[in-house]
């Protein structure tokens, strides 16, 4: 929980410090949107590595070496002299990124009973939206209260590296599970896992499995990566025209109802049917994100919108963890995890680039351009009815 919440907060103080480093180093809204691309591909190749990592060394070496690379690449963007410098930091912060969940979440999956599963992988994904209030509590403070001046993101940068203080706790107090070790004592793993995902019995799982994070990792990235500056852009341009401490402050109601969202995801699941639940929540998001952006010069539609665009838009991915871990054995599950949500990532490494050049387009602007997620979020919704619903099940 605290690995994702820092992971959370890191990647999310440069989303709430766009509009500072846009102005310092004097680049507009298609390189700032690249920069997040660069870090989301990152990611996708850091969960790829550490899935597989993962499977050979176990869970917990492999977390505390992705939290290490996140808070090292922090410190190290806070120092960068130029574009450049910074995209090289920023891009290899997101291989921490990208490694910490594929090897966080199925350390839980393994961890818990299996009817416990939903629950406990829905509190660890609520740490997300309590990172993304700390990011925003520390941007409101450091960029526009604080005396920091222009050089105040490279202290938002600097303090991103606190979580690295994490890993020397983990390391003394926190055991590999047992079901991983049984299997390393049991049997020589194959050196390959992928040739476990792509076999016979699981290659259609394994490609379904990519497809429909790909459309989540689209949609989500599309509209939380631009959804500040929306609130930051001028009102003449489509915007709220708020200012950097009031847009991040407003980011708060957003995360609240994400918490919500994460933990109650669990609860329903078991409840009322797993894929049922999770079809429901992205309807109601696809349904939501045009409404919000018509709404963004209302401060009184848009306090009642928030929390519940916080909530739909976020408590699907409480899914994905126990979803995934039930699709694949023990042998190959962290990289059948990490191939299956950060193969998802190459899609959502474009989002941030492809809405923030169609922001740019005439007519268009950014309440217009979010509006495209909508086509993901229903297609996700689609696909999750082409799985099995193996809910609570045995792992193998």
Not at 95 to 123: D, H, Y
Not at 273 to 284: C, I, K, P, S
């Amino acid at each position: 929980m605290l690995g994702w919440m820092f992971d959370s907060m890191d990647f999310l103080i440069y989303v709430l410090a766009i509009g500072r480093l846009k102005s310092y180093f004097g680049f507009g809204d298609a390189t700032a949107g690249l920069l997040g691309t660069l870090t989301l591909l990152s990611a996708a190749a850091g969960g790829l590595s550490f899935g597989v990592i993962a499977d050979k060394i176990g869970r917990v070496r492999a977390l505390n070496f992705t939290i290490l690379i996140f808070s090292i690449c922090s410190l190290g963007a806070a120092t960068a002299q130029s574009v450049v410098q910074l995209a090289i930091w920023r891009t290899l912060l997101g291989i921490g990124m990208g490694g910490e969940w594929a090897s966080g979440a199925v350390l839980v999956a393994e961890t818990v009973p299996a009817r416990l599963r939903n629950k406990a992988t829905s509190a660890m994904q609520s740490t997300w939206a309590i990172g993304a209030i700390l990011a925003a509590v520390l941007a409101g403070l450091v960029l526009d209260v604080l005396p920091f001046g222009e050089n105040g993101w490279r202290v938002l940068f600097a303090i991103g590296a606190l979580p690295a203080l994490l890993t020397l706790w983990m390391r003394r107090s926190i055991e590999e599970p047992e079901m991983w070790k049984q299997t390393r004592a049991s049997a020589t793993p194959k050196s390959n896992p992928y040739a476990v995902l792509f076999g016979p019995e699981l290659r259609k799982r394994t490609l379904l499995a990519c497809l429909l994070a790909s459309l989540l990792q689209f949609a989500y990235w599309g509209l939380f990566f631009w959804l500040p500056n929306l609130l930051a852009t001028p009102i003449d341009k489509g915007g709220a025209g708020m200012s950097v401490v009031k847009s991040t402050g407003w980011l708060i109601p957003i995360q609240a109802g994400a918490f919500i969202g994460y933990l109650s995801f669990g609860p329903l699941a078991d409840r009322l049917g797993r894929r049922r639940v999770f079809a429901g929540f992205l309807v109601l998001a696809a349904i939501l994100v045009p409404i919000y952006g018509r709404v963004v010069h209302s401060p009184t539609t848009l306090l009642l919108l928030s929390p519940v665009l916080g909530c739909v838009g976020h408590a699907y991915w409480s899914m994905l963890a126990p979803f995934f871990s039930e699709l694949f054995p023990t042998n190959a599950r962290a990289s059948g995890q990490g191939l299956g949500y950060n193969s998802g990532r190459l899609m959502g490494a474009l989002a941030p680039y492809v809405i923030g050049v169609l922001a740019t387009l005439p007519s268009v602007g950014i309440a217009s351009a979010l509006g495209v997620t909508s086509a993901f979020y229903l297609g996700a919704a689609a696909l999750i009815f082409a799985f099995p619903d193996r809910s609570r099940a045995p792992l193998d």
